[in-house]
C-alpha cells in the first residue's frame, strides 16, 4: 500500500494511521511495562497510534515479598486470568455481594467521529455514546443531557455539534451542553458547518435542517426517502447524498436533485478535497469520483475482493490522491490518485470489525469508528492496521464516593494516571477536564492530588450542578502520593515523607517529615497518622506542640504499607504488601489479615445501616472484608488489579474500586448481609 508521508500529528510512532471500529490511588503501580494503544479521527482529521510503557513507581524495594511489577508477572496476563493460583482455605472464601466490573474500553457502538486540526478528536454514538480524545488515549466525554443514538458529530470554532434520533440537535460549548431545540422529530444522520453560527443536517424522510443566524429553517428536498450525508464549505458548495444513489447540491435556495449511482446503492458518505475532486460512498461496495471539469460522475474499481462487495459507510482524506474509505466486515480501501487498494487490517479483533467513519487531519493522521468498540490503527512498520484501544489505559489510581442518597443517586470522582478525573452519576462515566498530563493520585473531600505537587478542587456551578476542576496555587514540587478529608479540613502526604495540612480556606501548613517513601496518610482523634516504605507507620499526635515529631508505631513488618483507613477508638486499620492487614493503636500493631503471595491496595467502608464494613482491595482482583473481629475474602469473579476503593454512606451503600488500566467496579452487599 502507498501512502503519502507527513509530519506526525501526535508525535510517537511514525506514520501512524488509525481506523475505529466500535465493539470490541493510593498506591504504587503494580502493572509492569503496560503498551498503551492510541488512536484519532475520521471524516476530517488524521490519527496516529501511540504505544507508550505505563509509568511505575518504584514499589518498595523493602517489602518481603517482590512486587508483581518487579516479579516478571504481566498485567495483561493476570487480568486475562493466567496468573499464579494462592493456596487460601476455601472456608475463608465468601460470596457477600455482587461485583460489576467495568472495562471502560468497551466503549459501544461507534457510529461518527471528527477530529480539529489542532488534534481534538469526538466520536460519538448508541445510547448517547460521547468519547473524547486525551493525552492519546479515548476516555469518556461529558455527559450528553440524553441518551438517544448518536450518528453525527463536527466542530467549529470551539464547538462540538452532535445530532441523532428525534431531531436531537446538541451543542458543547464552554464546558456544558445546550439543547439547540431542532425543529423536526426524525433522526438526523449527518450535520456539517460551513463556518460559525451556519450549519446543515440531514436525515430521515429527505428531512433537511439549515441553521442560520440562531434559528432553524426546515428545507424541502422534494424527496422521502432517507439522507445520510452532508458536507458544506464556503468555497466547496452542500453537498448531500442519500437513499437510491441520489445527490443534492444547494443552489441558491433551492435542492438540485441528481443520480450518481444505481438506484440499489444508498449512498452514506460524501466528501470534497481541496483541489475540488468530490468523493462519495455506499452499500454493495458502490465508490464514484467527480474531477473539477468533469459533466458527470464516475463509477470506481475499488479492487476489493470480497464477495459479495462490502457497504461502505466512509470516506475522508488529505487531497485527492490520498482518500480512504472504511466499511463492513473490515474493509479499509486506499487511493493514491491512480488506483484504490485494500489495506491489511491485521487486527486480530478488527480484521472483520464495521467500520462506520473515517476522518483524517493534519500530520497524516486518520482515524475510523465502527461497532462493538473495535478501534484499528495503521501502523507504517507492519503496513497494516492494528487494533487499538476504544477507552482509557490509563491506571485510576483513586476514588472518592462525592455524594450517597442511595444505588441510584450515588455519584463517585475516579482519578488517575495522563491527568485522567472521571465522574460517575447515575451508571454512566463521563470527563472531568484537568488539562493535565500528569498523574493524579488520591482523591478526597473534593480535593485531588498528585505528581509536582499537584493540588486540585472538585466544584460544581450553582445553576445546575455540572461539576469543574480547579488549581489550588502549589506548595510544593515534591510528588503528592495521598490526601485524607475530615471534619477539620484535609491531610495531604508526599512521597518523599513530607506532610502538609489545609483548612476549608485552601491554607497550607507543613506538618512534618519522615524518613520514609510515603503511601498514605489519614487523621482522627488520635492524630495524623502516615504510613508507607519498610512497614513503617507513624503518628504526630492531636495537640502536638509546634516542632513535635511523628511517633512511630511498632508494626512487625517490613512490608510496604499501602493504605490508612482510620477506626473507631482513635485506631486505624492499614493494608499492604503480603497480603496483610493490620489493626493499630497509637503503640503497636495486630495481624487480622495476611497471604503472602498477594498485594493490597487500598481501603473502603461502607455502610450497612448497623456500622461500617471495610473491605481492602488490590493485586488480582484480590478482595477482603474486615468486619470488626476477623478478615475474610470476598470472591470478586475477577484478576483485575484493583487500586483504591471508597464507600457510599448511605445504608446498603455500595464501594467504588478504581483499577488498573481502565478499570472500574462497584461492589453492592447483599441485602441481608449474609455469607
Known sequence: MHFRPKSRFWPSIPGLIFAFVAGCGQADDPGADIARD????????????????????????????????????????????ITETVDVPGEDLVNAGDFSVMDLRDAGDILAIWASAGG????????????????????????????????????????????????TVLKFVDGRWLDMECPVDVTLNAISCPVAGECFAVGDSGTIVHWLEDQWDVQDSGVAWDLFDVYSSVNGGTWVVGAFGSLFELSGTDWLSSQIAGTRSSMKSIWRSGDGTMFAVGTLGTIVMKRPGDLYWQQQLSNDGHDPQRDLFSVGGFDSDDVWVVGDSGVIIHYDGVYWKTATVIGPATTLADFRSVAVGPGGAIVAGGLRSSIAGLDAELEGFVDVAAGPVSDLRGVWVEKSSGADDDVAIFVGDDGLMLEYDRGRFSLLESGLDQAIRSVDGGI???????????GATDSDGTRYVSRIPGFTVEDLVDVHAS??????????????????????????????????????????????????????????????????????????????????????????????????????????????????????????????????????????????????????GTFKVFLAADGADSAGGRLFIAGSRGTAAIFTRNDGGSD
Open 448 to 458: 485531588a492530588v498528585g505528581d509536582g505537587g499537584l493540588v486540585l478542587a472538585i
Open 120 to 167: 481534538e478528536v469526538w466520536a460519538v454514538g448508541r445510547g448517547g455514546l460521547v468519547l473524547v480524545r486525551r493525552n492519546g488515549q479515548f476516555v469518556p466525554g461529558p455527559r450528553p443531557p440524553v441518551n438517544v443514538d448518536f450518528h453525527g458529530v463536527t466542530g467549529v470554532e470551539g464547538a462540538i455539534l452532535v445530532v441523532g434520533e428525534n431531531g
Open 487 to 636: 471534619a477539620d479540613g484535609w491531610v495531604i502526604a508526599g512521597a518523599d515523607g513530607s506532610v502538609f495540612r489545609m483548612d476549608s480556606a485552601m491554607s497550607v501548613t507543613f506538618v512534618g517529615q519522615v524518613a520514609v517513601r510515603l503511601a498514605s496518610v489519614c487523621r482522627n482523634e488520635a492524630g495524623i497518622w502516615v504510613a508507607g516504605a519498610n512497614g513503617t507507620l507513624s503518628l504526630l499526635p492531636s495537640g502536638s506542640d509546634e516542632g513535635q515529631v511523628f511517633e512511630d508505631v511498632v508494626t512487625f513488618t517490613r512490608s510496604f504499607i499501602r493504605d490508612l483507613l482510620p477506626m473507631p477508638g482513635g485506631r486505624v486499620l492499614a493494608a499492604g504488601d503480603n497480603g496483610m492487614m493490620l489493626v493499630c493503636d497509637t503503640i503497636r500493631c495486630d495481624t487480622v489479615y495476611q497471604e503472602p503471595a498477594s498485594f493490597l491496595y487500598g481501603l473502603g467502608a461502607i455502610n450497612r445501616g448497623d456500622g461500617p464494613e471495610v473491605y481492602a482491595v488490590g493485586w488480582a482482583g484480590r478482595v477482603v472484608r474486615f468486619d470488626g473481629d476477623s478478615a475474610r475474602r470476598v470472591e470478586s
Open 38 to 81: 492510541s488512536l484519532q479521527d475520521v471524516h476530517q482529521v488524521d490519527s496516529t497510534t501511540e504505544v507508550a510503557d505505563l509509568l511505575q513507581d518504584d514499589p518498595g524495594t523493602d517489602s518481603e515479598v517482590t512486587d508483581p511489577a518487579d516479579s516478571g508477572i504481566e498485567l495483561d496476563a493476570v487480568e486475562d486470568g
